[in-house]
């Protein structure tokens, strides 16, 4: 019967009963690059530099519209510093489709407002805007540093970082002690920590010698001055986020896991990143994209909504004569994103048999959304078809990921802005505990399939 067994029901396998010695030595090779890459690429801007600089290590470069194009050339576009588009030109047209894999590169954070520098009670602080789906509470009472972009008056451009070098301070968010929080420990999670009250504490020191009001205002910007040449009016044309100031680290006593600020989705870019850099010679053009905006919907010139890949992609088509319309219709992409590991702590949220797990591969999902998959890319039977062939034929593990229970909540990706593009895609991406939170957790086996999975993409289809 044990045949029979084996034959006719399918059966999950976990990760670290199939991969032999070498693999599993290759898989811990793979983390600890991406850890690397992710200690470096807290914000989208850094994500792309980074990857920029590890991409011209293995041969790309910037491209030239107006330059010869040729089969194997390894080519990139940064969108305005804060989305990256990837490309290792086929031996094929672009009529004949392209393979692409799509992630994301920003993650919930912090962002400062537009005039966010006050004093109050003599404590400095910056007000803040949060960007994406974060739960509130989770982002009081920890180490935070900032990272962004001021664009000055004279058209120069000066780049903030602070907290990232262990020498450096960190910025920090109060929260009540309990003893005086009976009142806000009664309010529902999603209420005990209004939007208005994330606000960065920056100093406590007064300026000296000095009648005026907001001393330790002005003593704060006068440290920004000296450091960075800014005033106060700068902020207005700055854009300064606030991200978790932990170090990425291995988790567990078997360190098995990474823990780390913005695996969703800079994990599954960095698979995209290893795989294309490795891609030689291919068949159809390998495309890897790294999208900002995700996190709010994917729109704005950086979004994956945006035109900048129409753009990118039309001008490669261009220089072989091809119609990006055609290249669409007959291109595959594997929409890279992140998805939810199923929690033995709290199992309410999840339909074990559809939840994907740690260690058990890459999670692909037919469809996400919520409430009846509404907002969903929802692939074919074909299209998941030819991932199953695809996996099963380059050793790619990877089992079957449903975000939630029915009616438990959802969420989208970039995959449904790639299918109204007219492109066959479906989602794929590594499971992840304590998705959104300031520290993310997801497992080393699955971060290197996910990594396989893209180069079976790129090479294989
Ligand atoms: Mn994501
Ligand atoms: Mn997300």
């Given at each position: 019967m044990a045949e029979i067994r084996d034959e006719l029901l399918y059966r999950q396998k976990h990760i670290h009963d199939v991969l032999d010695g070498e693999e599993l030595r290759l898989s811990q090779e793979y983390c600890a690059r991406y850890m690397d890459y992710l200690q470096k690429a807290k914000t989208e801007r850094l994500a792309v530099s980074e990857a920029v600089r590890l991409a011209e290590g293995y041969g790309f470069r910037k491209f030239d519209r107006n330059a010869p194009l040729r089969a194997g050339d390894k080519i990139y576009r940064s969108v305005r510093g804060k989305m990256l588009l990837l490309a290792v030109i086929?031996?094929?047209?672009m009529e004949e489709g392209a393979n692409i894999c799509a992630a994301h590169i920003d993650s919930p954070r912090l962002d400062l407002k537009q005039i966010p520098l006050y004093e109050q009670n003599e404590l400095a602080y910056f007000k803040t805007h949060y960007y994406g789906g974060i739960r509130k509470y989770q982002w009081v009472t920890i180490p935070l540093e900032l990272h962004g972009v001021v664009a000055m008056k004279d058209g120069s451009t000066v780049t903030v970082n602070i907290?990232?070098?262990?020498e450096d301070p960190v910025l920090y968010v109060t929260d009540l002690l309990p003893h005086l929080a009976a009142k806000q420990s009664e309010q529902p999670l999603a209420k005990a920590i209004p939007g208005e009250k994330l606000n960065i504490l920056l100093g406590s020191l007064p300026v000296r010698d000095d009648k005026g009001a907001d001393r330790v205002k002005l003593n704060v910007m006068k440290i920004l001055n000296e450091k960075y040449g800014l005033t106060e009016e700068d902020f207005l044309s700055a854009e300064i986020e606030a991200v978790p100031a932990f170090p990425v680290r291995e988790v567990g006593l078997d360190r098995s896991l990474i823990g780390g600020y913005g695996h969703d989705d800079r994990v599954c870019a960095f698979a995209e990143l290893q795989a294309i850099y490795e891609t030689?010679?291919?068949e159809r053009t390998a495309v890897c994209i790294l999208a900002d905006k995700e996190e709010i919907g994917s729109v704005g010139v950086t979004g994956m909504i945006s035109e900048a890949f129409e753009c990118f992609m039309g001008d490669i088509c261009a220089k072989q004569g091809a119609q990006l319309r055609h290249c669409f219709e007959s291109s595959f992409c594997v929409s890279a994103d992140v998805t939810n590991a199923f929690d033995p702590t709290w199992p309410e949220v999840s339909e074990v048999r559809n939840s994907s797990k740690l260690n058990y591969g890459v999670g692909i999902a037919k469809f996400t959304g919520r409430?009846?998959?509404?907002?969903?890319?929802?692939?074919s039977a074909e299209v998941m078809g030819k991932i199953r062939r695809l996996f099963a034929e380059n050793g790619v593990v990877w089992q079957y990921a449903e975000l939630g229970k029915v009616d438990e909540g959802g969420g989208g990706t970039v995959a449904c802005y790639m299918g109204n593009r007219n492109i066959d895609t479906v989602d794929a991406g590594v499971p992840v505990l304590s998705m959104h939170s300031p520290y993310e957790v997801v497992a080393k086996h699955d971060c290197y399939m996910t990594y396989k999975a893209m180069k079976a993409v790129y090479t294989n289809i």
């Open positions: 086929g031996r094929g047209s907290g990232a070098d262990p030689e010679n291919p409430g009846g998959k509404s907002g969903s890319n929802d692939a």
